[in-house]
């Protein structure tokens, strides 16, 4: 274990294990040979992308990095945000006026849920991105973060009357019992959303036909009459500079994609996109989709050691509906995992029945809610139930058995 001492913002002792101290930041140059040291496996935890965020985010939203030390022995670190939540603009069905009476009273409710909440994790991913431990203390790290994350949820009360809610956000749903004797469920309100979707890479799959030759009949020929309609347009990676020519169109993309989305918290802007190339260059993919010179649709992904992490996409929601235009994104991406000989591709959570109709396959995902109001903290269950709505779906299972 390393020794490092940075200038903190906070110190948080535990009241469970007397040796164990957590240091507090709020931006990453003060921090980042800490981080550096512990030497996490995933760019998604490592300085570079964290500022990225700082950068780009820098209007709506704080963070805190959280370091973990037992004794002066660094040990963990835990990445959170603080960000403005309204249900009435993070709700697909309140975002308009239109609708039955039930949604139009749900609606009214929801204009009333508005709040900042501490979020122990990442917005902007999928997964289990938010902290990271020595293997020593795997253990023992549901129980040392609980007791940061909720020091840290009072002390910033006081410093803002806005900041309600902690959400801890996400894990697998097979570690919910560890999950429970560490977040007392008289405490935290538990639920799950959509599932997180996968592809699994077959190891003997070294070229695209091999994928194919995998598939039932059913599921290849809606492939390939897929991969006939891409011929109306072409197909190129993005530069830095392409990202730079087309910003306005690629904002325009993105927006029509996020207007239809279910949930959504974060505004995003194409400047993310054009911060993230210019600090991880190739390990950032982006893919243009042009028809007639006119850039129509983009997709984008990680490249985190052996994963494929899909990341944002926009498109011309016409021009996908004739022409399958999404579906050659997420083949793309197969395609992408296959020639990389990566383990998996990650595709989040919206979106679910034509990803799996491609071979990907659900993770389920759960949460945590805290409200700082213990009579409002007991309402939590009945207020989610009422405005949100889990989308049904069908999983597809394309593969031969």
């Known amino acids: 274990m390393t020794k490092y001492q940075c200038e903190n913002l906070l110190v948080l002792k535990s009241e469970k294990s007397p040796t164990i101290t957590c240091r507090v930041f709020d931006q990453i140059s003060d ?85 900042k909440a501490l979020v122990c994790g ?23 973060l609980e007791n940061a994350w909720d020091q840290l949820f009072k002390h910033l009360q006081i410093e803002d009357d806005e ?39 077959v190891a003997q799959w070294l070229s695209f036909d091999d994928y194919l030759s995998a598939l039932k009949s ?17 197909v190129k990676h993005l530069s830095l500079q392409d990202l730079r020519d087309e910003a306005s169109t690629l904002q325009l993309l993105m ?17 993310y996109l054009i911060i993230l190339k210019e600090k991880f260059a190739e390990a950032f993919q982006l893919t243009g989709y042009y028809r007639e010179d006119q850039l129509i649709g983009f997709m984008s992904y990680f490249i985190d050691g052996r994963i494929l992490v899909a990341h944002l996409t926009g498109f011309d929601l016409t021009i996908n509906k004739r022409f399958d235009l999404y579906l050659n994104m997420l083949i793309d991406l197969v395609d992408a995992c296959i020639a990389r000989r990566s383990d998996a591709l990650i595709l989040s959570r919206t979106a679910l029945e034509i990803k799996s109709s491609i071979g990907a396959v659900p993770l389920p995902m759960i949460n945590l809610l805290k409200h700082r109001s213990k009579s409002l903290n007991l309402a939590l269950p009945h207020v989610y139930q009422l405005l949100y709505e889990n989308e049904p779906w069908t999983q597809r299972r394309p593969f031969k058995a």
Do not use: W
């Open 255 to 271: 927006q029509q994609v996020l207007d239809e989305s279910e949930f959504r918290i974060v505004n995003l802007h194409v400047n």
């Open 122 to 144: 990442n917005l902007l991913l999928t997964g289990e991105y938010g902290s990271y431990f020595l293997p020593a203390y795997q253990n023992q790290k549901f129980s040392i």
């Open 218 to 234: 059913k599921y290849r020929i809606r492939v390939k009459a897929a991969l006939k309609r891409r011929k109306v347009f072409s």
């Open 163 to 201: 900041v309600k809610v902690m959400f801890v956000k996400e894990y697998e749903e097979a570690k919910q019992e560890r999950l429970r004797s560490a977040f007392s469920p008289q405490d935290y309100f538990l639920f799950s959303v959509q599932p997180s979707m996968i592809f699994h890479r």
């Open 31 to 115: 921090c980042t040979t800490c981080l550096a040291s512990l030497k996490i496996p995933t760019l998604f935890l490592n300085a570079d992308f964290l500022l990225c965020l700082e950068e780009a985010f820098l209007e709506e939203m704080q963070v805190r990095y959280l370091f973990f030390y037992d004794e002066d022995n660094l040990i963990g670190f835990a990445y959170c945000q603080i960000h403005p939540f309204m249900a009435e603009k993070s709700f697909k069905s309140y975002r308009s006026e239109q609708g039955a009476i039930g949604v139009k009273l749900r609606s009214v409710l929801a204009k009333l849920v508005r709040f």
